[in-house]
């Protein structure tokens, strides 16, 4: 059940989408993954709409016209903020506006944003709101399931009901609830429930809502049985150490395109840096992206050690992902899926 959203004469394709990802899914290693996808849904880190609007915006919002389709994922609860912020976004030729109400962090919390905002319905809608009536690019929620005690179907329900009272139809659902304390970030990515179910509830009581499901999803096989019946999906941790997996869900959801091997991933990601390099960026920042690109295969350990221990001592080395490929005892015909014992071991 594929869907798409209208944005000026254009089609977002929501099928295969990229989480946003604080510290991992920056303007680099979108290039990456827009090289593994071209056709996927990619999100930047989310950015605060303060951050927007007082901070270093040319640093903050930066990203390569490859990068397209891009949403930026925007983290607050002014609806005057917000609407500013999504005015720049469109400027900036961003293709969607996304509104952060998952993040559970405490430090998130004390700038009244992320998961915390479930709790305050009437508040997200005014923001979507305001946001949609500033822009014609789409506005979109990324949600959890809910919140503390909060978590029953029906709150979940009555909550997306509410948002959408302002005119948003795309909701990107983490299929977990969210602890406000007691947990890190990282425990809520793991320990509460995945709830698929409630997902597919929800669109089977709002057919007319785009519903993109995000949480655990870690196989190609997986993510299409989640297409059978909803709009989209969304892969986070899984697309980051295993990013193979974003090429297999290429040729699978949309037949083709994108680089045929992992060999031409390091030659594309080679010219990459040796531009980056000339604008002063030092290699560590992209190649620290790219360590799970032989994730299963044989020579997969050697290929993290040598970038992980080269990166920061030749940070204007642009050869540096070939000569990791080199270090593996491969040429380019030669990688190989792990067999074996101590194959399985080196690939681990």
């Known amino acids: 059940m594929a869907d798409t959203t209208e944005i000026s004469g254009n089609t977002l394709d929501r099928r295969l989408c990229v989480a946003p990802m604080m510290d991992w899914t920056d303007r680099h290693c979108r290039y990456f993954h827009r090289l593994l996808a071209p056709s996927a849904l990619l999100y930047t880190e989310m950015v605060t709409s303060g951050a927007v609007l007082h901070g270093d915006r040319e640093r903050l919002l930066a990203y390569s016209a490859e990068e397209h389709p891009l949403a930026l994922q925007l983290g607050g609860s002014e609806p005057g903020d917000l609407a500013r912020c999504a005015h720049i976004?469109?400027?900036?030729?961003?293709?969607?506006?996304?509104?952060?109400?998952?993040?559970?962090?405490?430090?998130?919390?004390?700038g009244r944003f992320g998961?915390?905002?479930m709790l305050e319905p009437v508040l997200v809608r005014d923001c979507v709101a305001a946001m949609r009536d500033a822009v014609t690019i789409p506005v979109t929620v990324k949600t959890r399931l809910g919140v503390d005690d909060h978590d029953s179907y029906e709150w979940f329900?009555?909550?997306?009901?509410?948002?959408?009272?302002?005119?948003?139809?795309?909701?990107?659902?983490?299929?977990?609830?969210?602890?406000?304390?007691?947990?890190?970030?990282?425990?809520?990515?793991?320990?509460?429930?995945l709830r698929y179910d409630w997902v597919l509830r929800?669109?089977?009581?709002?057919?007319?809502l785009t519903i993109v499901i995000n949480g655990g999803i870690d196989s190609v096989d997986e993510a299409e049985r989640h297409l059978r019946s909803l709009d989209g999906v969304m892969l986070g941790r899984a697309a980051y150490h295993n990013p193979w997996i974003l090429s297999e869900l290429q040729q699978r959801l949309f037949g083709g395109g994108g680089v045929a091997s992992r060999e031409e991933v390091i030659q594309s990601l080679?010219?990459?840096?040796?531009?980056?390099k000339a604008a002063g960026v030092p290699v560590k920042h992209t190649s620290r992206h790219v360590l799970g690109l032989f994730q299963g295969m044989a020579g997969a350990k050697r290929w993290r050690r040598y970038i992980s221990e080269h990166a920061h001592l030749e940070p204007g080395n642009d050869r540096l992902l070939l000569q990791a490929l080199e270090a593996m005892g491969q040429t380019p015909r030669g990688i190989r899926p792990a067999t074996g014992p101590a194959a399985s071991q080196d690939a681990a």
Do not use: M, T
């Not at 976004?89 to 998952?102: I, K, P, Q, R, S």
């Open 89 to 110: 976004a469109a400027d900036l030729a961003f293709d969607e506006v996304n509104l952060n109400v998952g993040c559970p962090s405490d430090r998130v919390q004390r």
């Open 202 to 208: 929800l669109k089977q009581e709002f057919p007319g």
């Open 115 to 117: 998961a915390c905002l």
């Open 270 to 276: 080679s010219g990459y840096l040796a531009l980056q």
């Open 157 to 193: 329900r009555d909550f997306v009901g509410s948002v959408a009272e302002s005119g948003c139809s795309v909701f990107i659902v983490h299929a977990r609830k969210a602890w406000l304390s007691g947990l890190s970030p990282k425990q809520n990515r793991e320990i509460p429930d």
